[in-house]
């Protein structure tokens, strides 16, 4: 689609706002207009690990807490890969991990290409380009009830502009999970070893509730020595240790409880000492080692606001700050570029490389307003959210990037409608304005206008047919603001999606259940300021396509399965030349197996297979690796109300790498986890 057309789709898009909003006026008169009960039709429920989104129009995968104690994840890279389209670039270290999505996100050089997004509980976070430095993502999967993913632009607009690969949303724990809404006090220990590196992990949560107040509390300590790859290789010359807390607290209050206000604060830290600065292991120990200090604090305010009497104001004010900071110092003498006899074709100065001695933090502060709008227009009701957003972004001058502030105002409008029953439409607009710059090195102004839409039809019999179609502009960043030229110029893709849903009962036998989603995409990228090929040639366009699919089939007798799959390409064009996108990773099937005996004793077993990966400079072959899960909760006796997980992951110890990740995966590793709540 030309960008002309793609840019009347937004102008479509946004009189289809404007004439809801007018209509809402008119309505305001009958409080007993649509709730958010007529936006979302029941879905079949299927008792498997995970449920899938077919309701969504847009490509969306959520983990939720139970999932997020059965997978046993160290970091939350390792957590969210197992989603079609997400791949984690390396594991086992909070440092040297990454995400990527659809292509873009972490490579093998930086740990972040900013196209895809992270906010944990409202709070924009890690979107610096480091060198030799995973993601800027630096918290415990402990912390957090639910990660949803969105693969893609659909569902990103109201939360930021150019995540072209998705957006990832990690949302903190509270004092109810634990309380049910009920007055008391709970507290929860879990205790976990790790066989591979003999991992310790201990998470104390206390919960209390109090009438409209509740508050928790949660303390997490993870340390993890050497890890080894299937050979028997140590995949790093030390462990970790990352302690982290959190806080949230929420009251409510008024006549009909239409008052909310809630705090979160929270912070995660990892000293290591004399570590490679380069966290993914690819240039020989040329950079030497550092002393490595992390330090990410979180700290959210909310205010909601749900009239009593009208379904027009549901209103949030959210005011959110994130600090991140990275101290590191070099260790003398570890270089191999240092001393006579060790050349590396670079030149060592005195001291360290800039970037290896580099010191970098970055505060944000965030304030969005947003209101949810319910209504019916005739045969269509709709849930309108729009919104006003202001974030400040600083970046403090360090060794080997520049310092500055990127500042943006935004206003965004998504209107997801039901018409009738059978058809959902959900256009979204997103205008931004930015101002940014350094000292030293000037100021720019840049505004974009993005967005899209997406929608769904029932077909009857279960069967719904998906389709989208997004704009999407990623303005300048400040890590090229010693490049002039690029802080005029945003990036611009384009994505296009079409595909197909079911929901179903006794489809292969009496009393199961099955739901079932497949999404086929393409993306188109150009004015291209962030990738060049391995031989540093700038890349001008960048084309990507793949399908992804999700299904999930279980049965009253307590059998289930889930799958998903992954098939991706892509290539980008640099100088006239066409090449293989580094980003794609290999093909891959993800299969579990299992059985539930009420809420008493759940096992499975999951086989990931990737394909030989022969589209690449790095090619990789093929494997396929088994896990084994298991948990059991004691309903008599001293254990009862505790939970006893048994995960084995890496089953048969197998040696192989992930097509993207620059190291060995981990061998076999033998978890165990016990929890009880008090």
Request: negative net charge.
């Amino acid at each position: 689609m030309p960008v002309q057309s793609m840019r009347a789709l937004l102008m479509c898009s946004a009189a289809l706002c404007l004439g809801a909003q007018s209509a809402a006026a008119q309505d305001q008169t009958d409080p007993t207009l649509a709730t958010q009960d007529t936006i979302v039709l029941e879905a079949i429920n299927v008792d498997s690990k995970r449920a899938v989104q077919t309701d969504e129009t847009t490509s969306e995968t959520v983990v939720d807490a139970e999932e997020i104690e059965d997978r046993q994840a160290g970091t939350i890279a390792e957590l969210v890969d197992s989603v079609p389209g997400v791949n984690l670039i390396n594991g086992g270290s909070p440092v040297g991990s990454g995400i990527n999505i659809r292509g873009f996100g972490a490579g093998g050089t930086y740990g972040t290409d900013q196209k895809v997004g992270i906010q944990v509980g409202g709070a924009a976070k890690g979107s610096e380009e480091l060198y030799r430095i995973g993601t800027q993502l630096f918290t415990d999967p402990a912390l957090y009830r639910e990660a949803v993913v969105k693969r893609g632009m659909g569902g990103t607009f109201e939360y930021g502009s150019g995540n072209f690969g998705g957006l990832l949303l990690l949302e903190p724990i509270q004092a109810s999970d634990m309380t049910g809404g009920e007055d008391g006090v709970r507290l929860r220990q879990t205790l976990q070893y790790s066989s591979n590196g003999d991992g310790l992990v201990s998470s104390t949560t206390g919960a209390v509730q109090h009438g409209n107040l509740e508050v928790l509390g949660n303390y997490t300590y993870r340390k993890e020595g050497i890890t080894t790859d299937g050979s028997g290789v140590a995949r790093s010359l030390q462990g970790y240790e990352l302690p982290s807390w959190l806080v949230n607290g929420r009251l409510t209050f008024g006549d009909a409880d239409q008052h909310e206000i809630s705090l979160l604060l929270s912070e995660t830290q990892t000293d290591e000492s004399d570590v490679p600065y380069d966290s993914f292991g690819t240039t020989g120990g040329s950079f030497g080692n550092v002393d490595r200090q992390t330090r990410d604090k979180t700290a959210v305010l909310r205010y909601d606001f749900n009239a009593p009497d009208t379904d027009l104001v549901n209103l949030r004010v959210e005011l959110s700050y994130s600090d991140q900071q990275i101290d590191q110092e070099y260790v003398p003498g570890s270089s191999t570029c240092e001393g006579p006899g060790m050349p590396c074709g670079m030149p060592f100065p005195a001291g360290g490389f800039a970037s290896v001695n580099a010191d970098h933090r970055y505060q944000t502060t965030g304030l969005t307003v947003r209101n949810v709008a319910r209504f019916d227009t005739g045969s269509i009701a709709h849930e309108l959210r729009t919104g006003v957003q202001y974030s400040h972004r600083e970046r403090l001058d360090a060794a080997s990037a520049p310092g500055g502030i990127d500042e943006r105002v935004a206003v965004f409008a998504v209107d997801e409608m039901l018409i009738g029953n059978a058809v959902t439409l959900m256009p979204e607009l997103r205008y931004e304005h930015q101002q940014i710059g350094g000292a030293t090195y000037g100021n720019y102004t840049n505004d974009a206008l993005m967005g899209g839409i997406s929608g769904s039809v029932a077909l009857g019999g279960g069967f719904k047919m998906l389709a989208g179609a997004w704009y999407n502009e990623n303005l300048p960043i400040l890590d090229d603001l010693s490049t002039p030229a690029y802080m005029t110029q945003s990036e611009k893709a384009t994505t296009y999606e079409v595909g197909f849903a079911y929901d179903g009962v006794d489809v292969l036998a009496a009393g199961d259940a099955l739901a079932f989603k497949a999404v086929a995409y393409r993306t188109n990228m150009w004015d291209v300021t962030s990738y060049t090929t391995p031989t540093r040639v700038p890349y001008t366009t960048v084309d990507l396509e793949g399908i992804e699919i999700e299904a999930a089939w279980s049965h009253g007798s307590g059998f289930y399965v889930d799958m998903n799959a992954n098939i991706a390409r892509g290539s980008g064009s640099a100088a006239g030349t066409r090449y293989d996108w580094g980003g794609i990773p290999a093909d891959e099937l993800r299969l579990t197996l299992g059985k539930k005996w009420d809420d008493t004793f759940d096992v499975s077993w999951e086989m990931v297979a990737a394909a030989d990966m022969t589209r690449s400079t790095t090619p990789t072959p093929g494997y396929a690796v088994h896990n084994l899960r298991a948990v059991y909760r004691p309903e008599a006796g001293v254990l009862r109300g505790a939970e006893i997980r048994v995960g084995v992951e890496n089953l048969f110890d197998r040696d192989y790498r992930p097509h993207l990740a620059t190291r060995q995966a981990t061998g076999r590793n033998i978890k165990v986890t016990l929890a009880k709540t008090f």
